[in-house]
């Protein structure tokens, strides 16, 4: 195997090495997984023997890097498809049409592949249902099914792909959807986007009122202005919903002659129509930069041109060899024949090259190294079609006529006008958090470096856990040249070391080369004012970019929502202040929990589940401190003895954890975050996933009417990292404080191109 680093052969032994039902090891090396993939996507070529070389050639040494659905099931045999996302069909606005659409989404995760839904196409809540003479309940309520078919599907085994919901800024139903991850648990399986149109830009600058419509009915008109703060509220304090420009996506569509888009991918980076696919690879900047860190430092721009035509034909081969869930993403994907080929490790070429992430000349160099890969890319795809054909829904004129097209070198332009192009959209900047990794821990994608190094528990054989150091490509790359303690340069930045104006450049540049999107986080510190967070929305969209994810730090007591910072200083706390006073520790100097108290003060709460014969009275107990009361036990009974053992068990653990003090009130959120393979029940209107779930909500209640916690509960992501610190250039990097994986429960877990990623055990958020 290369020369790399212990975490990148772990993340290839776990998820891309090939092994039988037994466990057997078939890949023996990673030039075998190498080997196994170039085979398969040569298959459809006239000579698979001439070509199967060449694509191993452009495979070694992590130059190209297809995606892992190809990586891990290219030449496996396996019932997989290659593609890793999905768009799924437009959802009719009737009931059989809904649960036959969930019913193909769920046939589709089942494979491994992610799915977005725009669930705009639904009538608003409390819509009349002529043909039963009821309310309908909303597009939020449909999600929530959606959700808990997700939440089962993944309980099957291992991760599968997320979701992404999007709805239109002009549904009735706009601000339940903006503020639905605000209740503990809800939609975890989603990421959620809004679709924002040129017309509401427009309507936000110059103050103007907002209709909101469904199928033609003026349902409210509100204040375009206080609309956009409420969708920039949210994303402030929970990082949700991000922002898709749908207009401009649109407008610049290669394809706008033959579809119209309304939704994305869950990371948002291919933008697609009904029933589209995703197929993803990316070229390895950090692979091709010649004498790093010296004057004469460069990317090699001959291999990238060797590089790139291998990649566009494999991946064009991709579309022939994978199987697709459904034949309709199959017709879709071979009409069209569509990649997503982009770059990633671009980070950590720019420091390879001596340059800071965010300034002038690392947007220079972007777009010199992107306008690249895009000419490369549509020259390579034009060769193809005069040797295998355009794709189907190709139309000359047409297609010649869309912007980025026009944009093309006029030699490629004259190629596509002679013989067609092979694949209708080429490019597109993906996550590639695992696979960067799996790459030597590669900067992922055009993200800066998260963290230059960081420690991660890896577990022995015997049980026993050890600790090893994970180090960023580069940085570890100029520790081996310069010796462990020489000063770093300039060029080693991180993502907490910058403005969100340097995130967004970098992602405007890497756009204006791209012809579907970009998936890209855009870290803001968490003491950036709310003023100041929503300009960096509106300069995005004046810079072009196709949509905007931002993830800002938390600053959280329990499951409280934080409140911002400019309104802190204008604000008296009062008694229900959310930065609650510190509660005292009911244990004593050894750290055990003090005795029961003889009398308690508490409260029983009367729970019915529906599968359920008898009520559960849940009773919590307090203990009194300070004048303050706080939970200190837990006591569930009924008449159904199904639920005795577990009621008990739970109930001993929970009240141990109360016990113990200090700031419970997580176990609320991980309660109601637990869902039934089974499924829910719909309980006062709402969808309940679990058992656990209907408990965890009656001890939130219960802390909210004692004051234990206060306002709404948070429901947002992992809080991220906290900011390496450098006492000067000179100094080496503080390891970051990493949020807790949900899978491996280690501290490795970091929020990249809008989607959390485990350092750890490779587990993505985003499938």
């Known amino acids: 195997m290369p020369d790399v680093a212990n975490i990148s052969r772990q993340i290839w032994d776990m998820k891309y090495r090939l092994r039988q039902p037994d466990g057997t090891?078939?890949?023996?090396?990673?030039?075998?997984?190498?080997?196994?993939?170039?085979?398969?996507?040569?298959?459809?070529?006239?000579?698979?023997?001439?070509?199967?070389?060449?694509?191993?050639?452009?495979?070694?040494?992590?130059?190209?890097?297809?995606?892992?659905?190809?990586?891990?099931?290219?030449?496996?045999?396996?019932?997989?498809?290659?593609?890793?996302?999905?768009?799924?069909?437009?959802?009719?606005?009737?009931?059989?049409?809904?649960?036959?659409?969930?019913?193909?989404?769920?046939?589709?995760?089942?494979?491994?592949?992610?799915?977005?839904?725009?669930?705009?196409?639904?009538?608003?809540?409390?819509?009349?249902?002529?043909?039963?003479?009821?309310?309908?309940?909303?597009?939020?309520?449909?999600?929530?099914?959606?959700?808990?078919?997700?939440?089962?599907?993944?309980?099957?085994?291992?991760r599968r792909g997320a979701m992404m919901a999007t709805l239109r800024c002009d549904h009735p139903d706009i601000e339940a959807f903006?503020?639905?991850?605000?209740?503990?648990?809800?939609?975890?399986?989603?990421?959620?986007?809004?679709?924002?149109?040129?017309?509401f830009m427009q309507a936000v600058q110059s103050d103007r009122p907002w209709d909101l419509v469904f199928d033609g009915q003026v349902y409210r008109t509100v204040r375009a202005r206080d609309l956009w703060d409420r969708i920039m509220r949210a994303t402030y304090d929970y990082a949700e919903p991000g922002v898709i420009f749908i207009d401009r996506i649109n407008q610049q569509n290669n394809l706008a002659y033959c579809e119209n888009i309304s939704a994305t991918n869950p990371c948002g980076e291919q933008p697609l129509p009904p029933y589209g696919a995703c197929l993803l690879g990316s070229v390895n900047l950090a692979a091709l930069v010649r004498e790093p860190f010296g004057p004469r430092a460069r990317l090699d721009m001959e291999e990238l041109g060797r590089v790139v035509p291998l990649a566009v034909r494999m991946m064009d081969n991709v579309v022939d060899t994978s199987r697709f869930p459904l034949a309709e993403q199959a017709g879709e994907a071979r009409d069209k024949r569509r990649i997503g080929l982009g770059v990633t490790g671009l980070a950590d070429a720019l420091i390879l090259c001596g340059v800071r992430y965010g300034s002038e000349r690392a947007v220079q160099l972007t777009e010199q190294w992107l306008r690249a890969v895009r000419d490369l890319a549509y020259r390579t795809s034009a060769e193809l079609a005069a040797e295998k054909g355009a794709f189907p829904l190709f139309d000359r004129d047409a297609y010649l006529d869309r912007p980025n097209v026009r944009a093309l070198p006029q030699d490629i332009r004259d190629r596509i006008a002679a013989h067609g192009i092979r694949n209708a959209l080429l490019t597109s900047i993906a996550p590639t958090g695992t696979i960067s990794l799996f790459a030597d821990n590669i900067s992922s994608g055009i993200e800066p470096v998260f963290a230059f190094r960081f420690d991660r528990a890896v577990l022995m054989p015997d049980g026993s856990r050890r600790t090893e150091t994970v180090e960023d490509h580069a940085y570890r790359l100029y520790r081996q040249a310069f010796g462990e303690h020489a000063p770093l340069t300039e060029a080693f930045v991180t993502a907490q070391d910058l403005a969100p104006g340097a995130h967004v450049v970098m992602q405007a540049a890497a756009q204006r080369y791209v012809d579907s999107s970009i998936s890209k986080t855009i870290n803001c510190p968490e003491d950036l004012p709310f003023a100041a967070f929503k300009d960096v929305y509106l300069q995005?969209?004046?810079?072009?970019?196709?949509?905007?994810?931002?993830?800002?730090?938390?600053?959280?007591?329990?499951?409280?929502?934080?409140?911002?910072?400019?309104?802190?200083?204008?604000?008296?706390?009062?008694?229900?202040?959310?930065?609650?006073?510190?509660?005292?520790?009911?244990?004593?100097?050894?750290?055990?929990?003090?005795?029961?108290?003889?009398?308690?003060?508490?409260?029983?709460?009367?729970?019915?589940?529906?599968?359920?014969?008898?009520?559960?009275?849940?009773?919590?107990?307090d203990v009194v401190e300070g004048g303050r009361r706080r939970p200190f036990e837990v006591f569930i009974n009924s008449k159904n003895m199904e639920h005795y053992a577990w009621t008990v068990a739970l109930t001993r653990m929970v009240s141990a954890v109360f016990r113990r003090g200090g700031d419970v009130g997580f176990v609320v959120d991980e309660l109601k975050a637990v869902f039934d393979p089974r499924g829910g029940q719909w309980m006062g209107g709402r969808y309940v996933p679990s058992l656990l779930a209907a408990i965890g909500e009656v001890i939130e209640r219960h802390l909210l009417d004692i004051g234990f916690l206060h306002g709404e509960p948070h429901t947002g992501p992992a809080p991220t990292a906290e900011p390496a610190r450098r006492e000067g250039m000179a100094a080496d990097l503080t390891e970051p404080r990493l949020a807790q994986c949900p899978r491996c429960a280690q501290p490795s877990l970091i929020r990249q191109e809008g989607c959390d990623l485990c350092a750890n055990c490779g587990y993505s958020k985003c499938g």
């Open 540 to 621: 995005a969209y004046e810079l072009g970019c196709k949509g905007c994810t931002t993830y800002r730090p938390n600053a959280v007591t329990g499951s409280v929502l934080s409140v911002p910072a400019d309104e802190k200083k204008d604000k008296p706390a009062p008694a229900t202040a959310d930065a609650a006073p510190s509660v005292p520790t009911p244990c004593d100097a050894s750290g055990k929990p003090l005795d029961r108290p003889e009398v308690l003060p508490g409260q029983t709460y009367k729970l019915r589940w529906p599968e359920s014969d008898h009520a559960l009275y849940i009773t919590v107990n």
């Open 25 to 158: 090891v078939l890949d023996g090396t990673v030039e075998d997984t190498w080997r196994r993939v170039a085979k398969a996507l040569a298959a459809p070529e006239k000579d698979p023997g001439a070509w199967e070389g060449r694509f191993y050639e452009a495979l070694e040494g992590f130059k190209f890097i297809p995606a892992g659905r190809i990586l891990a099931g290219a030449g496996t045999g396996r019932t997989v498809t290659l593609f890793n996302c999905f768009v799924m069909g437009t959802i009719p606005d009737d009931m059989g049409g809904i649960f036959s659409h969930l019913r193909e989404a769920a046939l589709t995760m089942q494979q491994g592949g992610g799915i977005g839904y725009d669930f705009s196409t639904l009538r608003p809540k409390g819509a009349l249902v002529h043909g039963v003479g009821a309310d309908a309940s909303g597009p939020a309520s449909f999600m929530d099914v959606w959700d808990a078919m997700c939440r089962t599907i993944m309980s099957a085994g291992s």
């Open 178 to 199: 903006i503020d639905a991850k605000r209740e503990p648990g809800r939609l975890r399986m989603f990421n959620l986007s809004v679709l924002v149109t040129d017309a």
